[in-house]
């Protein structure tokens, strides 16, 4: 009988353990930029995408957006308010998804939500249900919160700068490098002091451009580059180094972010950075490489000539036969997209869903929704 009981108690503690690990598993979303020409959304491809997150991945438990859900405007702040109203109508199908864990959405702003000196309040307002532990200008704006064993943090690189709070005149954006990284530091180390195993920083612009905003993104060079770099250029590439360090010391999983309307995956030092970049937005070019045209380039894009001293800067692989990336592992496709992270007990999966945009209007779907790319981060 005694043996009994103990065989029993043995299972028992099996299948506890077996739960536990079970319960740690979990699924989220993560997409950006779904501006468009519909009230300043993208609506029928963030409709497509809804939808089919609500079809087939009925298992996750929130949904991540670090910016430019809209375009914006940069005249009449109530204009961008009742833009972030009609994107919110259309995420209504997420917002009100009973299987998902509340908030379900959390969000940042891009540079897009930025133009004018009462976005930020605004925003803040439509948004605020979300967590306010950020440093005390940026609440609502950056914050971090735990699921399980992760923790996700977002962190906005866009802001505006009030000068004068009297004298609008004094106003400008103050855009494209991370302004608490102090805050930031802090936050990761407490994180794995807790325990955490897995840990996400999320924010609206690449640490490592690949496409069409070369000369912005958290570099920050600027048109026209010259060398050497002036002290203003050094300034904020050194925000960006010391954010990357940031990542790196404290074993960041994946720093998960948009701006660039593409997909794009690529580790640097270590640390992956994911741009899953266009959920409506227009498709871009990714960085000219040495056998495309080097004429073919057009609006904010480069050529690959003009290319080469932003690539020397960045230090990316350039020349013939080279992607005109940060990484030799790069891997992107010029799609709408989002992706899929499925947290294991001892990886991250991972699944890119995307559709090809139109040959002759890159804000349009020419194919069905399919996995693009899948890989794992262990």
Known sequence: MRKVKIICIVLFAILFTVKIAFTQEFKFIAMTDSRGAYNGVNEP?????????????????????????VNGSKTDPENTVKQLEHW????????????????????????????????EDNFRKQFSYLPQNGPEDEKGLTYSFDYNKAHFVFITCNRWYYGKLNDTTDDRRDWR??????????????????????????????????????????PN?????????????LWYLSQRDKFWEILKENNVTAYICGHEHLYGRQTVEGIYQIVTGSAGAPIYNFNPTYSEDNDNASGFELSYNDALPYY????????????????????????????????????VVVNVYGAFQKEENNSEMSSDINIIDNFIIE
Not at 91 to 118: K, L, W
Not at 178 to 206: C, N, R, T, Y
């Open 312 to 347: 020397e800067v960045l230090n990316y692989n350039y020349g013939p036969g080279k992607n005109s990336q940060r990484s030799n592992d790069f891997v992107g496709y010029r799609a709408f997209n989002y992706t899929v992270f499925d947290v294991k007990d001892d990886k």
């Open 88 to 119: 919110k109508n259309v995420m209504a199908p997420i917002y009100n998804n009973s299987s998902m864990v509340e908030p379900r959405v959390y969000v940042t702003v891009g540079n897009h939500e930025i133009n004018h000196r009462y976005d």
């Open 45 to 69: 491809v963030l409709s497509a995408f809804v939808q089919y997150i609500l079809k087939e991945h009925t298992e996750a438990k929130f949904l991540l957006f670090p910016g430019d859900m």
């Open 177 to 218: 490098y991370i302004k608490h990284l102090d805050w930031l530091s802090k936050d990761l180390k407490e994180a794995k002091e807790k325990g955490s195993k897995w840990i996400f920083v999320l924010s609206h612009e690449p640490a490592f451009p690949i496409g069409g905003h070369l000369r912005d993104c958290l």
């Open 221 to 233: 060079l600027g048109g026209n580059l010259t060398l050497p770099l002036s002290i203003i250029r």
